[in-house]
């Protein structure tokens, strides 16, 4: 099936997508970020690394029960654990944030700071509130553009969305919907990351039921360990940094 096909049928079926997701939401406990401070190092001297995890409320780790067991910190020690490198990290997500409002409400509240690599994790509102191809495209773009010119020496790197039918939280039928949204959101982000210049990972791939939270849609502490692992390498693999942008 072609996007236009996946975008047609999707559109089709959007009252069923609309009648289960409000049951969905009925039955999901709403988890809260987890408390503590949204900031820090691993290891010991000047950070040759700055990771910060800029997105929505997987960026902000909800389904975590502690902050040490989110995105950032994860990045740190998997960077730290293969390189004995400091590495510094920060955590910016806003719940239910799509990508142009981490671009408008997110990024710029962000205090300035050497980062040498910014990960992405947004597009997964964009598509569960069926955001358009152009809608994304003015939003994600907007957002890597923002990116590098707040931090223009940083590795940009983005996650995409992941296999919604491997969701457990998701019924059936939803998750179908939902994963036709997903293509055209992840197929509109890998052509925006390569026109300008970004890294887009492939989509984590996902372990039956392991590593979701309670809610069964956000990752959990182990959930957030795998992806930091699968982004970590790609970080690793990336080329590196100029030395200006750790100063």
Not at 87 to 96: D, E, F, K, L, T
Not at 127 to 148: E, I, V
Request: aromatic share 6%.
């Amino acid at each position: 099936m072609n996007l236009f096909s996946a975008s047609l049928l999707s559109w089709l079926l959007l009252p069923v997508a609309a009648i289960q997701a409000v049951g969905v939401r009925r039955r999901t406990k709403r988890l809260p970020p987890p408390r503590g401070r949204h900031s820090g190092q691993i290891g010991s001297g000047p950070p040759a690394w700055n990771i910060l995890v800029l997105g929505d409320s997987s960026a902000a780790g909800v389904g975590a029960g502690r902050v040490e067991d989110t995105l950032g910190p994860g990045l740190a020690r998997h960077i730290h654990a293969r390189t004995g490198d400091s590495v510094g990290w920060r955590n910016a997500g806003a719940n239910s944030a799509i990508a142009a409002q981490v671009r408008d409400h997110v990024l710029p509240h962000i205090e300035e700071r050497g980062f040498t690599h910014v990960v992405l994790a947004v597009g997964t509102n964009d598509m569960k509130n069926f955001r358009t191809k152009s809608q994304f495209k003015r939003g994600f773009g907007g957002l890597l553009y923002a990116t590098h010119a707040r931090w223009p020496e940083a590795t940009i790197i983005w996650s995409p969305i992941v296999d919604m039918r491997r969701v457990p939280a998701l019924p059936p039928a939803l998750a179908f919907i939902l994963s036709l949204r997903a293509r055209i959101i992840n197929a509109t982000g890998l052509a925006l990351c390569a026109e300008r210049h970004a890294i887009a990972a492939e989509p984590l791939p996902l372990n039956g039921t392991l590593g979701f939270a309670s809610d069964g849609f956000h990752a959990d502490a182990p959930g957030y360990a795998h992806w930091a692992d699968h982004v970590g390498a790609i970080i690793l693999d990336a080329p590196p940094p100029p030395p200006s942008s750790t100063r």
